[in-house]
């Protein structure tokens, strides 16, 4: 691996050591594999091998090692397969995250290759990336951002899923058994006979938890049941994550003109989409997906990763969202267990000016008149570049309406059911 980092002017090469922070813990002084290929500027050239569970270099002057110290990234921390199923609209144009994070430093005056980087610059600007997603994905109604999907109140069995006497939240757990619409990656479940089609969860008489691929006819591992608490968790199992949702519908309402008729009401919670009118084993939900969040801390192996967290990949320049617990993470990621966070390609442009203007508006106190104007153009450059792809879409007939088949309910009152389904899980 080889990792370039800058030092203060005039450090010799001879002075220079480093130490590895693997696992949270610092390594030993080491003075191998450095030398600086330009001796008119203080940048070293490290030509090292990561520990296991590596997540920083840091590289100092051993004459000075409390003040001419810098830190570089680790390039590769584990890998993330290629199959692992994006977490998008597959009509979704996306970029790379890392292409975006690179022109923003060279907005800045950086050269994201040859220019050691430090933490706090990645994560600065990582985080004014985030900010302005998270602006551009409410600014409008994006269409590429909304799925539909035919979903069940719990998650769909699958072969390779562990189901246990005892979940999560001290519940035996609970699952859909019959088809549904699964997206790519996931193990289709099988057709089963209608008759065997419902919602199961494992015996807690259970001798044991069941392997992995018990079908749930097996009666002594699992019991069929009326389901009652009518939900969807916003994060399901080979599903993808719901971000807000927007209708609900008994069927799908592609195939229909009365989508009144087929609307569901429902109501949102922190966790969850309460449905309020129950119409049958699965319902079609049309909803907007997560807006997406990114990191530059690297995946590691050996690491708690709860749902949730980020993770980057440095061999595709894209950063994954845990969608299971995992307690102490393998040498390399589980397909179903992770998806790609997705950037859309039409924020690229607005993303960058504005996370430039950002940065450079948190840079100093002092800020010159040319930085106060850099940043003023970099400002309207960025509302310029949104409201273009805002006009692409009016230019085609779209106006903000947020939703299409949208009916407002007659009753003022049906908003009163409780914020949390009692036996959520």
């Known amino acids: 691996m080889i990792i370039s980092i800058t030092l203060y002017p005039g450090t010799a090469l001879t002075n220079v050591r480093y130490f590895w922070i693997a696992a949270g813990v610092e390594g030993p002084e080491l003075s191998s594999g450095i030398t600086q290929p330009d001796t008119d500027r203080p940048v070293f050239r490290f030509d090292v091998t990561p520990p296991d569970s590596a997540e920083q270099i840091i590289a100092y002057d051993v004459t000075a090692p409390d003040t001419n110290w810098n830190v570089g990234l680790v390039a590769v921390i584990g890998s993330l397969p290629v199959e692992v199923p994006v977490s998008a609209p597959p009509g979704l144009r996306v970029t790379r995250f890392k292409s975006v994070f690179d022109s923003v430093l060279r907005q800045l005056g950086f050269d994201p290759v040859g220019d050691a980087i430090s933490h706090d610059t990645a994560r600065a600007v990582t985080e004014q990336i985030n900010t302005a997603v998270l602006y551009a994905w409410r600014y409008w109604e994006w269409p590429q951002l909304e799925l539909l999907q035919e979903r069940a109140y719990r998650t769909v069995w699958t072969n390779t899923l562990q189901f246990r006497k005892v979940g999560f939240e001290g519940n035996p757990d609970e699952f859909y058994y019959g088809p549904i619409q699964l997206p790519p990656g996931a193990e289709d479940p099988g057709i089963p006979l209608p008759e065997e089609r419902g919602y199961y969860r494992v015996k807690s008489t259970a001798p044991a938890d069941p392997l992995p691929g018990t079908v749930p006819t097996d009666t002594v591992y699992f019991q069929k049941f ?116 997705p950037f859309p390609a039409s ?46 879409l009016r230019a085609q007939g779209q106006h903000y309406r947020y939703k299409r088949w949208r009916v407002p309910s007659n009753d003022p009152y049906w908003w009163s059911y409780p914020a949390v389904s009692p036996n959520a899980v």
């Open 347 to 392: 924020f690229a442009q607005y993303v960058t000016m504005a996370a430039f203007a950002a940065c450079l508006g948190e840079s100093r106190a002092d800020k010159s008149q040319m930085d106060v104007q850099r940043a003023a153009a970099a400002s309207q450059a960025a509302d310029e570049a949104i409201a273009q792809e805002v006009d692409r």
């Open 226 to 341: 009326d389901i009652t608490d009518c939900y969807l968790a916003l994060d399901q199992v080979n599903q993808t994550p719901i971000g807000e949702a927007i209708e609900i519908f008994r069927s799908d309402p592609r195939l229909t003109t009365a989508h009144d008729a087929n609307r569901v009401l429902f109501q949102p919670t922190e966790r969850e989409i309460t449905v309020i009118d129950f119409a049958g084993p699965t319902v079609f939900l049309l909803f907007r997906i997560i807006p997406s969040e990114f990191t530059m801390v690297p995946y590691i192996p050996g690491k708690d990763y709860a749902v949730g967290n980020l993770v980057y990949n440095p061999v595709d320049g894209d950063c994954y969202r845990c969608m299971v617990a995992i307690p102490v993470a393998p040498g390399t990621l589980q397909p179903l267990d992770w998806v790609k966070v």
